[in-house]
């Protein structure tokens, strides 16, 4: 552990962003909550990282935002300065919400958007097509979920209420709104269920963690 430099330590890679770092800080310190040694490492690992892109500043490598300060400046600030809008939230939402980069947006909404283009689109097999693409998504939701944070368990729980719920609430809407559907949209209940679930799915892989 001694050999690692500071943004081993704290596990980001050395042209990670401020607000990244920031980020990685602020999960860490919540989830070693009550390991005050662990605390210590993160804590001096994260100054380290900040004195490190203080030099470069001055040495004209890189910008660094003015929000960033020395460590003994920033211990003594007070408290309000330093929490964020975040820090401020409920613990279980801390916990629940993620801040997702463009990449986790965007990656898995491509997958969605082209089985959503696929479901609306392919008509020759009909609704027998529908299972396969939901088994796909499914697929898909569960390898993201765990790339975040590599909780398998926890991606496939997410990803099982994603497809209850929106199978379930597009076939509600479906059906309520049956006519409309059929005879401007062209699609089908099972069609229309099945696109919602896809953007239910995309929603808890892009923002919940």
């Not at 401020?18 to 009550?34: A, M, P, S």
């Not at 900040?50 to 935002?65: A, F, H, N, S, T």
């Not at 898995?108 to 939901?134: C, E, M, N, R, T």
């Not at 998504?137 to 790339?147: C, D, E, K, T, W």
């Amino acid at each position: 552990m001694s050999d690692q430099n500071p943004y081993e330590k704290l596990g980001v890679s050395e042209d990670a962003s401020f607000d990244e770092i920031q980020d990685v800080r602020n999960r860490l310190f919540e989830q070693y909550k009550g390991d005050s040694k662990r605390l210590e490492v993160i804590e001096a690992a994260y100054d380290a990282i900040l004195m490190d892109r203080l030099r470069m500043r001055q040495e004209g490598k890189i910008k660094v935002p003015e929000r960033i300060r020395f460590p003994e400046l920033r211990a003594q600030a007070s408290p309000k300065e330093n929490l964020t809008p975040r820090e401020h939230s409920p613990a279980w939402l801390q916990r629940t919400l993620d801040q997702p980069t463009p990449t986790d947006v965007l990656l898995p909404g491509a997958w969605y958007v082209g089985l959503s283009a696929v479901s609306v689109f392919y008509q020759s097999g009909g609704d027998q097509a529908l299972p396969l693409l939901l088994v796909v998504g499914v697929a898909i939701s569960i390898y993201f979920l765990n790339r975040k944070e590599g909780k398998s368990g926890r991606a496939v729980l997410l990803t099982l209420f994603g497809l209850i719920t929106g199978l379930v609430a597009g076939g509600l809407v479906a059906n309520w709104l049956a006519q409309p559907i059929e005879q401007f949209i062209h699609l089908s209940g099972n069609q229309f269920s099945t696109v919602v679930t896809f953007i239910l799915l995309w929603l808890i892989n892009s923002f919940l963690r």
